[in-house]
């Protein structure tokens, strides 16, 4: 089993900057895919971005291109997801997810295996 905990949610202006954090434990795993997911009431799970277990590989859905970095530190067990220039339409709940055993850059919610338990960004306009 493995769990992750998501941090660094909160209330912003438009045009300001959040970072998100998300960090693995539990039973140790090789590589992995993390990703970053959001989701609005009444709607789909989609993808932000996600990033291969060496962290050289990243995707990033076009709303967020330019505005929006994945990264893994180190110890590969954590994910980040740095947000600048948020938009209203940024606001979520926004979920961290990982695809163990795999290094891929997965892109749909059925394609993850753990999920945390997501935190609140609300960009006000």
């Given at each position: ?40 009431p ?83 306009s």
């Amino acid at each position: 089993q493995v769990q992750l905990v998501e941090s660094g949610g909160g209330l912003v202006q438009a045009g300001g900057s959040l970072r998100l954090s998300c960090v693995a434990s539990g039973r140790t795993f090789g590589s992995s895919t993390m990703g970053w997911f959001r989701q609005v009431p009444g709607k789909d799970r989609d993808l932000v971005a996600t990033i291969d277990w060496g962290g050289s590989s990243t995707y990033y859905a076009d709303s967020v291109k330019g505005r929006f970095t994945i990264s893994r530190g180190n110890a590969k067990n954590t994910v980040f997801l740095q947000m600048n220039s948020l938009k209203a339409e940024d606001t979520a709940v926004y979920y961290c997810a990982v695809k163990l055993y795999y290094t891929a850059l997965f892109r749909t919610p059925e394609d993850y295996d753990y999920w945390g338990q997501g935190t609140q960004v609300t960009v006000s306009s």
